[in-house]
């Protein structure tokens, strides 16, 4: 199940409302300027009178001839500047401080100025960062050049670094202007909860919020939960030109009619932006939000090729475009190549990164282009340690959350939810994590804290995962219920109605029900003729239930092969292991275990294809695997039973029972291990031991159904026939592969007729 997690928004150029003429340090500093006129020529100390008389125009003409007498003189430049500046002539007073900086770069004036120009364009705003920072270097107690540098990161879309200035500017007091600049960087970086609370105190303060600032409360809003009062703030504000401003409005409104069920009203006050290409990239995100909320695919699409035209028309795009196109792109299975680009891109602007460079991992993770290993090491030298700024651990989390989740991340999901992290799906995650260990109780407190937030209390995907924890006790029916509930809500999803319509296809094939799951693949493939990972699951059904031939599945597997070399997905390792060794596919086995090591059917079909050829080999080669899993998990049960599948591939029953052994030393009450040893002894016709393996299992777990048939199948191997008879019954009367129990109870039946001498009924015609 894919996150649903939000996209980085760009700021836009001047977006904010927040640029002020000056701030009360910078002019303490430009008073200074005047105050401190002594040994310098009569004219320049004449400007500097008329600019304390505020004699603006006459000061500019005074300090005009004084720089063209004393070029060189530092003062007069200043004096033009701050002239320039205090009437408005921006491009002047920039080039005229940018003059003063290549004489004496370490002029505060100037580095302080430069930094508050460098919002008034975005051409100017890194060269602002730029000037900043060298400021900060001689001051770093100013509050004030450390909020503005702040704000400059957010509208470059650098949240991280924005986020971390305002973290230590937020602890001294800050000014009302201050908190409502705060208060939409981290409304747009994401931290909804943060920026609510930030506008919050700016009112609290006197402050009345308005123009572009008004948006960004809205958002604030709705990604808080407020969603209606969003929109009824954002109607206020329609009616004018459909200038930059109204387009920002009517892309926010879109998306809070969205978030308040109105999806209609969504795409209708979007359309006359269809038309305007400066609402390119306003548009693109609120399509992308409703086409992935909605599950409509087309959508989504129709954004990604928006992002696409921005960034043809734009040849050298700045990382907040790069950033933001990435992450929206990334999204989409189709446009990854292309999202991957860009993020290698941002990595040559910044090679230091490791969100970026998390972001590439990902990825080529999803891709194919990594391998388990190489994933594993390089998640591990990514994330340890983790950032101690909480703007750097929400953008790390916000990294993470696209990949599907893996054992050694469980201490990194830990970490950031304990630290406060406000990413949502990080909880769904853990809960995926808690259900591979059994884990459900954990499992269902993470599912409750997602559901419990604004983005979990509408994701249908907690249903899912619900469902498989009751197909995982046993509670069939009740599992299958939970997923036509699920089709019943009429979802557009596309992702969770396939998610939900694949898993009660599994629920009717563990219910002996193979034609019912068959049918609901067909269902899906109607409507995705083309998707391979039906076509993999589906034949991988017909050939398990002898409704496919060998061939017909080897045709399939192949077919992916040909059409996504490199690539694999859970509906390949599915089938690729139902069908028998091939000693032809030696490299795909390889291939498929060194993506997932963790996928035991397929890497024992792989010792089972070099035992073929070699079997002291495929010996050593059990050995490696084996050592391979103790190494990625020393404490746990899992290698042993790894090494108890691979050590029967070889017919190895001592190795096996040795494994299966110690998987129990290790976890004595792992009920996957127990009905594997159980199954172990089953096939080895040690019927005392595996009755009493099952009976332990149901002794944890009441309603296994795996449990129930293999215990009614060991009493009828051991010819206790009615006792088999009953416990048959019971399990079709429990709705529990119904059809299965009624064949199964007319072959014993047979049997026990025919062993006493009598001709069954159905067979005297």
């Not at 509906?571 to 032809?584: D, G, H, W």
């Amino acid at each position: 199940m894919a996150p649903r997690s939000w996209t980085t928004r760009l700021v836009c150029s001047l977006g904010l409302g927040l640029l002020l003429n000056g701030t009360p340090a910078l002019l303490s500093l430009e008073t200074s300027m005047v105050q401190a006129q002594g040994a310098v020529p009569r004219l320049v100390r004449q400007g500097y009178s008329r600019l304390g008389d505020n004699q603006v125009d006459a000061a500019v003409d005074i300090f005009q001839r004084a720089v063209k007498q004393y070029p060189n003189l530092v003062e007069a430049k200043l004096g033009l500047a701050i002239a320039y500046r205090r009437l408005g002539r921006d491009q002047d007073a920039w080039n005229t401080y940018q003059s003063v900086l290549a004489q004496e770069p370490d002029n505060l004036l100037a580095l302080k100025t430069v930094g508050l120009l460098g919002g008034f364009r975005q051409e100017w705003q890194e060269p602002g960062i730029e000037a900043l920072d060298r400021f900060l270097s001689l001051e770093p107690g100013d509050v004030d050049a450390r909020a503005q540098r702040a704000l400059l990161y957010g509208y470059q879309g650098r949240f991280q670094e924005s986020l971390a200035d305002y973290e230590v500017v937020l602890q001294q007091n800050p000014s009302p202007e201050v908190l409502l600049g705060s208060a939409q960087i981290y409304t747009y970086s994401g931290d909804f909860v943060r920026g609510l609370d930030l506008f919050n105190r700016y009112q609290s303060s006197g402050g009345t919020i308005g123009g572009n600032a008004l948006i960004a409360y809205a958002r604030a809003l709705r990604g808080s939960g407020s969603p209606a009062q969003a929109a009824q703030i954002l109607e206020g504000q329609l009616g004018g030109p459909l200038n930059g401003q109204d387009v920002q409005v009517r892309s926010e409104l879109a998306q809070a009619y969205l978030d308040s069920g109105r999806p209609v009203e969504a795409m209708t006050v979007l359309e006359p932006l269809r038309s305007l290409p400066s609402a390119r990239l306003p548009l693109a995100r609120a399509l992308n939000e409703i086409g992935q909320d909605q599950g409509l695919s087309d959508l989504v699409q129709e954004a990604a090729a928006l992002y696409r035209a921005e960034l043809s028309s734009n040849p050298s795009p700045n990382s907040s475009l790069l950033r933001e196109a990435g992450d929206v792109l990334s999204g989409s299975p189709a446009d990854r190549p292309f999202a991957l680009d860009l993020y290698r891109r941002l990595a040559q602007q910044a090679p230091n990164d490791r969100i970026v460079a998390l972001r590439i991992l990902v990825l080529e993770s999803q891709l194919g282009q990594v391998d388990a290993g190489q994933l594993s090491q390089r998640l591990t030298a990514l994330v340890n340690p983790l950032p101690s700024s909480r703007a750097d651990q929400r953008a790390f989390a916000q990294a993470l959350v696209p990949l599907e989740p893996r054992p050694e991340l469980l201490p990194v999901y830990q970490q950031l939810l304990a630290s406060g992290v406000d990413v949502p799906f990080l909880n769904f995650r853990m809960a995926q994590l808690a259900i591979e260990r059994n884990d459900f109780a954990t499992a269902e407190v993470s599912l409750s804290a997602y559901q419990s937030t604004a983005a979990g209390a509408k994701d249908l995907a907690p249903q899912l995962l619900y469902a498989e924890i009751e197909r995982r006790l046993g509670r069939l029916e009740d599992s299958a219920n939970r997923y036509i509930a699920v089709l019943n809500t009429g979802t557009s999803d596309e992702e969770v109605q396939q998610a939900a319509i694949q898993g009660l296809a599994g629920i009717r094939l563990s219910q002996g029900r193979a034609d019912d799951a068959i049918a609901l693949y067909d269902r899906l493939l109607i409507n995705n003729p083309t998707d391979l990972k039906l076509l993999l699951a589906r034949t991988a059904i017909a050939y398990e239930t002898d409704l496919a031939s060998k061939a017909e599945a080897q045709a399939v597997v192949n077919r992916w092969l040909q059409q996504r070399p490199g690539q694999t997905t859970p509906e390949l390792y599915t089938l690729v292991a139902a069908l028998p060794a091939e000693r032809e596919w030696e490299s795909l086995y390889q291939a498929l275990a060194n993506a997932n090591p963790n996928h035991r059917p397929v890497q024992v079909r792989l010792v089972e294809t070099v035992a073929l050829r070699n079997r002291s080999q495929a010996r050593a080669l059990v050995d490696r695997l084996t050592r391979q899993a103790q190494a990625f998990n020393p404490t746990g049960a899992a290698p042993f039973l790894l090494e108890a599948d691979l050590a029967e591939a070889l017919d190895d029953k001592s190795r096996a029972l040795n494994a299966y052994q110690a998987a129990l030393v290790r976890e004595p009450s792992n009920i996957q291990v127990l009905s594997a040893f159980g199954g172990y002894r089953f096939r080895s016709r040690a019927f005392v031991e595996a009755e009493a393996l099952y009976t332990q299992v149901l002794s944890y777990r009441p309603t296994d159904l795996e449990a129930q048939q293999s215990l009614a199948e060991l009493s009828a191997v051991q010819g206790r026939k009615i006792d088999a008879l009953v416990q048959f019954d019971d399990l079709r009367r429990g709705g529990s592969n119904p059809a299965n129990a009624s064949l199964r109870m007319r072959q014993i039946q047979e049997d026990f007729l025919q062993q006493r001498g009598f001709q069954p009924a159905w067979e005297r015609f």
